[in-house]
């Protein structure tokens, strides 16, 4: 059987799928035509309130970044969720 150029590999993913030139046309085709956001899964974090959630980034020092970590550890958060109640209980 004699391969065609649509058969010829172009590409191979991290898991070691083969892409094909007929591949890459049928998925850039189906790019030009748009994707229905409702239905694949989305990127990102999910929001925490309706809507997007805003990103705060500000630096630290490490050693107050080691104290948040254990404590946030002792409480069973996460850094966020610790650094989030804690501007919560400060701008009340």
């Known amino acids: ?9 172009i ?4 898991s ?3 892409i094909t030139e007929k591949i890459a046309d049928e998925l850039a085709a189906e790019a030009e035509g748009g ?11 999910p929001s925490l309130d309706r809507g997007v959630s805003p990103r ?3 630096r630290i020092t490490g050693e107050l970044q080691e104290r948040a970590r ?9 850094l966020s969720e ?9 701008v009340k």
């Open 1 to 9: 059987m004699k391969k065609t150029d649509e058969d010829r590999v």
């Open 11 to 14: 590409a191979v993913t991290k």
């Open 16 to 18: 070691g799928t083969k």
């Open 35 to 45: 994707y229905d956001r409702s239905l694949g899964r989305r990127r990102g974090r």
């Open 56 to 58: 705060v980034t500000f």
């Open 70 to 78: 254990e404590r946030a550890e002792r409480e069973g958060k996460s």
């Open 82 to 90: 610790l650094a989030r109640d804690a501007l919560a209980d400060y």
